[in-house]
């Protein structure tokens, strides 16, 4: 009996558990790292909110297409030294494109990728 108990306390701290682990990586979809640290905890790009986790901006799934995430986000902070969408980071050319379009250069992306 007390072994039934123990098994469904363990097995029902393994759900929370691996709940909590979904709801982060749900509100952590888009993650971006501005080259330079940032003056703010957060920021809103359109519908999109954002919050400082570390060094980085993370925020949920949003309607908005990625590259125009990146971009908002990029000109926002001064530029970006990565990007990543559901854990897929951008590679070098996506995110010059990004930051380009930012109007950020794409020598700053370089050093500060150098840098890291």
Not at 35 to 48: D, G, H, Q, V
Not at 99 to 116: E, I, M, W
């Amino acid at each position: 009996m007390i072994r039934t108990i123990a098994s469904a306390i363990v097995a029902s701290a393994a759900l929370l558990a691996a709940a909590g682990v979904q709801a982060q990586t749900a509100n952590g979809y888009y993650v971006a790292t501005p080259i330079a640290k940032p003056a703010k905890e957060r920021l809103m790009t359109r519908a999109t909110p954002w919050r400082l986790q570390g060094t980085s901006f993370v925020a949920a799934q949003a309607p908005e297409r990625d590259q125009v995430l990146c971009t908002l986000v990029a000109r926002d902070v001064g530029g970006l030294a990565s990007f990543s969408v559901g854990g897929k980071a951008y590679d070098a050319a996506q995110l010059d494109k990004c930051n380009g379009k930012a109007g950020v250069a794409v020598a700053a992306t370089a050093n500060a990728a150098v840098a890291n």
